[in-house]
């Protein structure tokens, strides 16, 4: 009764003001996640990359930080730049118009590293090679990270169907993370990346991931025995 009770004292003017305040929250977040993204963007919606077409590239942790990325960022140098309008869109989508550009320009004198300083160092050699600018690169980074919009989970595999057929093959779990990004741009910049350590005398991948040329570090990361992932809720 008494929860019941609080709930019916609040007013009407009260309710209305928090309904605007959650329409407009839901509006904001819907735009970056892609609900709105065909009213609120110039990028055409583009088919989802077959596997075989996604590239692969080797990345050498035994080089200094600044050379690791060139092959890659050279090579998808016009895709990436094709990207950089999106930061433009997420300001627009976040600030209010009379913000915006005031944000726009804040954000060159800014956005200038990361947390990690090898990974700062990563982010501009990208951004030199790629022709883009730095505070461009370093926002595609620190966006995915914020702006979390990927779900991960696992489902049971049976391996019923193999032992039938004399196999001995256990059940499993299949650790999945789609990427529902609403940003279609996203999906034509997604490669594979192989991590070696060539200061070990080695060339044996010792990581993959599933990301996005110009972001570094990992969202999906994948070793032996080892899977790991970002996950998105809503709510908690």
Not at 19 to 47: C, R, V, W, Y
Not at 146 to 157: E, H, I, P, Y
Not at 161 to 183: I, Q, S, V
Not at 190 to 200: A, M
Request: hydrophobic content about 40%; proline content about 5%; glycine content about 6%.
């Amino acid at each position: 009764m008494a929860a019941s009770s609080k709930l019916m004292l609040e007013s009407d003017s009260d309710m209305e003001h928090s309904a605007l305040k959650m329409a407009a929250a839901s509006e904001t977040f819907d735009l970056l996640q892609g609900t709105l993204h065909e009213n609120h963007t110039a990028f055409p919606i583009m088919l989802t990359l077959k596997p075989d077409d996604i590239p692969i590239y080797k990345i050498d942790m035994g080089k200094p930080a600044e050379e690791r990325y060139i092959e890659l960022a050279k090579d998808l140098a016009p895709k990436i730049r094709e990207v950089s309008p999106l930061f433009d869109e997420v300001i627009e989508a976040i600030f209010p118009s009379g913000l915006s550009g005031f944000a726009k320009v804040t954000s060159r004198l800014t956005l200038r590293k990361v947390f990690d300083p090898e990974q700062t160092k990563e982010i501009k050699s990208i951004a030199e090679a790629a022709g883009i600018p730095v505070h461009q690169l370093m926002a595609l980074n620190t966006f995915l990270d914020l702006m979390l919009g990927c779900t991960s989970g696992a489902a049971l595999v049976k391996g019923d169907c193999k032992r039938k057929a004399g196999g001995d093959d256990p059940d499993h779990l299949m650790h999945f993370r789609t990427l529902e990004w609403g940003m279609d741009i996203l999906r034509d910049i997604l490669v594979i990346i192989e991590y070696i350590n060539t200061s070990n005398g080695s060339n044996e991948v010792i990581a993959r991931s599933v990301t996005y040329a110009g972001f570094v570090g990992m969202l999906t990361g994948v070793r032996k025995g080892l899977s790991v992932s970002l996950n998105f809720r809503p709510s908690h």
